[in-house]
């Protein structure tokens, strides 16, 4: 922290980010998003947060970001790189204990979790979700929208719904629970 702190790379990395999305939304979240999952490959959750709270949540204040909503976009990337392959690492823990393929349990750990690429920006385009400026009447709507949303990735991704959603329903269902899931009640 003292490091990021002192040597300004905090601002340089979060300028960085920001000249690269040149001024687009999307492009700002993703390109912070890569930042966490590479910086947080290998760290333990309490330096995992330090380091990208520290480094890449501030692209997102500066743009606009409400500040919860910002650290647990950071905080929720950073946490994903432990299963993201290559390094992986609760998924090597686990395929150790399961004396199974370390890479294949990193490519179903991230199969199984692929929710968790989708949650941090519903929190940032959706900051209800988070509690700020909640009331009963934005909660609800946000919750629910999200969870239908959730549900409508994970049946396409999973291939089940119900019943066996040919192509284009798997289509619809992900795309449909993409919007969702994103949704600004």
């Not at 393929?101 to 949650?119: D, E, Q, S």
Request: net charge negative; proline share 5%.
């Amino acid at each position: 922290m003292g490091v990021v702190t002192f040597s300004g790379l905090g601002g340089k990395l979060a300028g960085a980010i920001l000249d690269l999305a040149a001024g687009n939304f999307f492009l700002l979240l993703f390109y912070t998003m890569i930042a966490c999952i590479l910086l947080g490959m290998g760290l333990p959750t309490t330096a995992n947060y330090v380091v990208t709270a520290s480094i890449a949540a501030p692209a997102l204040i500066q743009f606009g970001v409400p500040d919860i909503a910002a650290h647990f976009f950071v905080f929720y990337f950073g946490i994903v790189a432990d299963i993201t392959p290559p390094v992986c690492l609760a998924a090597y823990a686990g395929a150790g204990i399961a004396r199974a393929n370390p890479m294949a349990a990193g490519v179903n750990a991230l199969k199984l979790a692929i929710a968790a690429f989708i949650i941090p920006y519903a929190f940032v385009y959706n900051p209800v979700l988070v509690l700020e400026d909640a009331t009963a009447m934005t909660l609800i709507p946000a919750v629910l929208t999200a969870l239908i949303g959730m549900a409508g990735v994970s049946a396409s991704l999973m291939g089940y719904y119900f019943a066996k959603p040919n192509i284009i329903e798997r289509i619809l269902l992900l795309a449909g629970g993409l919007w969702l899931s994103t949704l600004e009640t």
